[in-house]
């Protein structure tokens, strides 16, 4: 999908895929396998033979020895092939005719009458071959004809051609071909196959890949031709679809790559496919045309890589297109491990919207190397309609018409351990993202301008990186630049002692969002009260000193962290001093037990195994300065959760919520939080801002019981029950809003089944207002059947003065069946039970046809006031593995198992 908003959809859809989608080797079982695997099974890899060693003479003992030489090694054995030969029908014998050739160098028979052909020893890799055919011509080099009441042995060198017609079958594993006329040179690698069809598995898909030929010839091991080709996947007598080219070459290309787990360089091989004369056929008729394409059947589109129609009352009647640029522009020497798609969209409340993605994997330009990829995005509209972001937010003016952004990400490694990353974004307005690009405003990463060099050296690591922000309705921080070092679990004394280190110095520009300039976004907005606009340096350096020692079972490690940090403005502009210190005392203990006589069939167990640990951290923490001095540098919120912050605070929607007040400090400022949850505690974590004077001692148990599940003497361990739990406690009750116990935690999962599981989860604070989140529920999951999710989510809590509370009960419903072989059933429900509001829901029904899938949806979303419905039409043409899943329901391809 294009247009990547969360909204329903209305209207009819068409959603056309390439024909082989994105994957390894689809070809090999195209003109690959009929050529080099079905008539090169009788090439047999080259040996060249060697000189035999010399033999060895004694040397005289007065003698020294002479000069060693190097011998050639001898000679190795040739590898030989077995042939047997027997009627095809009726046992007897064979009906042939042997003769020599006009020059002697060869035996010729003519067998007739039937025949089948077994072939071993031909290649590991390419098995035993089974021939049936009516007739065939064989020639043999040498004056020796095959035996054909018995085994013939060949070795490689030994010239080979075949002759067949009428009726062939050629079996080998899973392939079947079957053709009217073969011929075969073994010793010049080239062939040539008539009225030929195959069908073969594919491993990149799940199912069988079925090609039809009118002619196919091997030009050399690489290179290869067809003409009048179809695929499909169908194993009906008359498919329902297929992709039809009036000519294809196929031709391999030699290179290499690099092993993004290794970092080694690696041979690989490039696959183009070029075709000429090509149209997509459904139900016997031509749908679409296009005269000529190239490309890598690794990534094989065909100019359209997709299309969809849609209609919901937020962007209109739509149709949203993707093409290859490549194809389209005619460009056909792509650079390797790149793809460039060109987007088109008609939105009609909203305008036309254009587009471009580049994507690559590798290097293409010159001052790249192997071993990088990133992608470059970029979409715009002129648009003359209104955002919906929901509830009192339905009808916004945009603050631009012409909208659209920019995206660049680009990661590069270099050798001896460098990595150089490049990100940059340009973004309209505020509103854009999550007006066209909800998903990525919700879960994806920041969109930041910036470019960081980092090299990695064992447990060492340094990075320098400069930033700048040029979406000013984004609150960032512009690094001009920042430099840090980390050096973690250094062993000191003979790993008496273990020492951790971060130092990062900063020059930083706090930029605050600009507030918006359209109603009501312009009201609800309100700066936070760690966000100032002010600049300057930034230097700290944290260190960490752990001394483990055992004590009988239980782990101890009494540990010192100190901090000291210099900030050339605080939150007010004038310099600042910070030293911050932390003393503590880590303990783990784990203990386990074991009962193998118990079982229940009720509870399905078989023996059952307690295992658990118990874990403990006492600390101390003073900081010379309070969090609230200091503007956060070192962002804790993404731009999605800021923006949310920003509207909350405003009076409004109640505000503010937060201040800068530690004695009359909100319990729901995320600066707190998190000092109460530890995070100052770590040598590298993500904030320097946030370290405050705290007292806590927390506690956590990890408990899991174990049992073993399977028919007997195929018995596996599983997890039968697993319950975590902890909770901390402050000494100083003002440091936890007046109680010394806070941040519970529990989560629970029994399997009661392999297939049902029960679970729940939830987080307490015990003060005044504090949060009471629980999520309980029960999962079951049979993967060729469906699933189903019940669950209910409880949300309590609020202001300290404000009422109502920020609270909710919510209903969630997930279910996904498979009602029969050719339907399956979706349903989706969110319902908040104390606001009696229907928050969304879903309803959907799929057809699985042998050529298609159809589905039919209705979709409400009440915060947007939107009902849409759906239809879309999707072939099931080589649906690649892992992507058989239809309403998360394995569903196997097409013909996987023989007309369905």
């Keep these: 999908m294009l247009v990547r908003a969360a909204r329903p959809l209305r209207g009819f859809g068409v959603f056309m895929r390439a024909p082989f989608g994105r994957h390894r080797r689809s070809l090999q079982f195209g003109c690959w396998i009929l050529f080099l695997f079905a008539l090169g099974q009788f090439a047999p890899p080259a040996v060249y033979p060697q000189a035999p060693l010399p033999s060895v003479q004694p040397l005289p003992e007065i003698q020294p020895l002479p000069e060693v030489q190097p011998l050639p090694l001898p000679a190795a054995t040739p590898t030989m092939r077995k042939v047997r030969v027997w009627p095809r029908g009726e046992p007897g014998s064979v009906n042939a005719q042997w003769f020599p050739s006009a020059d002697g160098r060869e035996s010729i028979a003519v067998i007739t009458g039937g025949i089948n052909i077994l072939i071993e020893g031909i290649d590991p890799e390419v098995g035993t071959v089974d021939i049936s055919t009516d007739r065939v011509v064989v020639w043999v080099g040498g004056d020796k004809p095959l035996d054909l009441s018995g085994i013939s042995t060949l070795d490689e060198t030994t010239p080979l051609e075949l002759y067949m017609e009428g009726n062939i079958e050629f079996r080998q594993g899973e392939r079947i071909l079957q053709a009217s006329r073969m011929y075969y040179d073994v010793g010049k690698n080239q062939g040539e196959i008539l009225d030929a069809e195959l069908l073969a598995p594919v491993p990149e898909y799940e199912g069988k890949i079925r090609i039809q030929a009118e002619r196919m010839r091997q030009l050399s091991r690489s290179r290869f031709e067809a003409r009048g080709a179809k695929f499909t996947t169908s194993r009906l007598g008359e498919p329902g679809y297929w992709l039809q080219s009036d000519e294809l070459i196929f031709e391999e290309v030699p290179t290499t790559t690099v092993d993004p787990l290794t970092g080694q360089r690696v041979a690989e091989t490039t696959r183009m496919l070029e075709g000429r004369g090509n149209a997509v056929y459904i139900e016997g008729l031509p749908v679409f045309y296009w005269p000529s394409w190239k490309t890598d059947i690794e990534d094989p589109t065909l100019y359209l890589n997709n299309a969809r129609i849609s209609d919901d009352n937020i962007f209109g009647f739509q149709v949203q297109t993707n093409w290859n640029a490549y194809e389209l522009l005619g460009i056909a020497d792509q650079p390797l491990g790149t793809q460039w798609d060109l987007n088109a969209d008609l939105l009609t409340y909203r305008g036309f919207g254009y587009g471009s993605a580049f994507q690559y994997d590798r290097g293409f330009l010159p001052w790249m190397t192997d071993d990088t990829w990133g992608d470059l995005e970029a979409w715009f509209i002129k648009d003359h309609g209104l955002d919906n972001l929901g509830l009192d937010r339905r009808a916004l003016v945009p603050e631009a018409t012409f909208r659209g952004r920019i995206r660049l990400d680009h990661q590069q490694r270099f050798g001896d351990g460098y990595k150089i990353v490049g990100q940059g974004g340009i973004i309209s307005d505020n509103n854009f993202l999550q007006e066209y690009f909800l998903e990525e405003w919700n879960d994806y990463p920041d969109q930041v301008t910036r470019l960081r060099l980092s090299k990695r050296t064992e447990n060492r690591m340094w990075e320098v990186q400069g930033n700048y922000r040029p979406n000013n309705f984004f609150t960032q921080v512009e690094w001009l630049p920042r430099g840090d070092h980390y050096w973690l679990g250094q062993s000191l004394l003979g790993d008496r002692f273990t020492w951790y280190e971060h130092t990062n110095l900063a020059y930083g520009k706090y930029r605050i969002a600009a507030a918006p300039t ?16 002010n600049s300057g340096g930034r230097y700290a350096t944290r260190q960490e000193i752990d001394l483990p020692i055992p004590v009988g079972p239980v782990k101890v490690v009494p540990y010192a962290m100190g901090e000291l ?8 502009g004038n310099p600042i001093d910070r030293a911050y210190g932390q003393v ?18 009720l509870l399905n167990l078989n023996g059952l195994a307690h295992k658990v640990t118990f874990d403990t951290e006492l600390s101390y923490t003073d900081s010379s300065q309070n969090v609230t001095q200091f503007p956060l540098y070192d962002a804790i919120n993404d731009d999605s959760m800021e923006n949310f912050l920003n509207r909350l605070q405003s009076a409004p929607l109640g505000g503010p919520y937060l201040t800068n007040n530690f004695a009359n400090i909100s319990p729901f400022d995320p600066r707190y939080y998190l000092v109460r949850s530890g995070l100052s505690s770590w040598v590298t974590s993500p904030s320097t801002e946030v370290v405050e004077s705290l007292t806590a001692v927390r506690f956590d148990v990890r408990q899991r019981w174990q049992t073993k599940r399977g028919i007997p003497g195929n018995r596996r361990i599983v997890d039968w029950l697993t319950f975590d739990t902890g909770l901390t406690f402050f000494p100083e009750e003002q440091q936890n809003f007046g109680q010394y116990v806070g941040l519970v935690n529990y989560d629970v999962r029994w399997h009661v089944g392999d297939r049902f599981t029960l679970l729940s989860d939830g987080t307490f604070d ?10 309980l529920g029960g999962y079951l999951n049979r993967p060729d059947i469906g699933s189903a999710y019940l669950g209910v989510r409880s949300f309590e809590g609020g202001r300290n003065t404000a009422t109502p509370d920020l609270g909710s009960q919510v209903a969630l419903a997930n279910i996904k069946y498979r009602m029969s072989p050719k339907y399956i059933g979706a349903y989706e429900a969110s319902i908040d039970l104390a606001g009696t509001a229907n928050v969304g829901q879903r309803l959907a029904f799929t057809r699985i046809g042998e050529s298609f899938l159809v589905r039919a949806g209705l979709r409400y979303d009440m915060s947007k006031n939107n009902l849409g419905v759906a239809l879309t039409v999707e072939p099931r043409l080589f649906r690649r593995v892992g992507k058989n899943r239809i309403e998360g329901i394995e569903v196997p391809p097409a013909g996987a198992y023989g007309i369905e």
Excluded: C
């Excluded at 940090?565 to 007010?572: L, T």
């Excluded at 015990?766 to 999520?775: A, P, R």
């Design 518 to 533: 359209v109603q009501p976004n312009a009201s609800q907005w309100s700066v936070l009260p760690w966000q100032v606009t």
């Design 565 to 572: 940090a210099h900030w050339d403005a605080d939150i007010a």
């Design 584 to 601: 503590g005392l880590r303990t783990s203990l784990s203990a386990w037990s074991i009962n193998p006589m118990v079982r229940s069939d």
């Design 766 to 775: 015990v003060f005044s207002e504090g949060q009471k989140l629980i999520n």
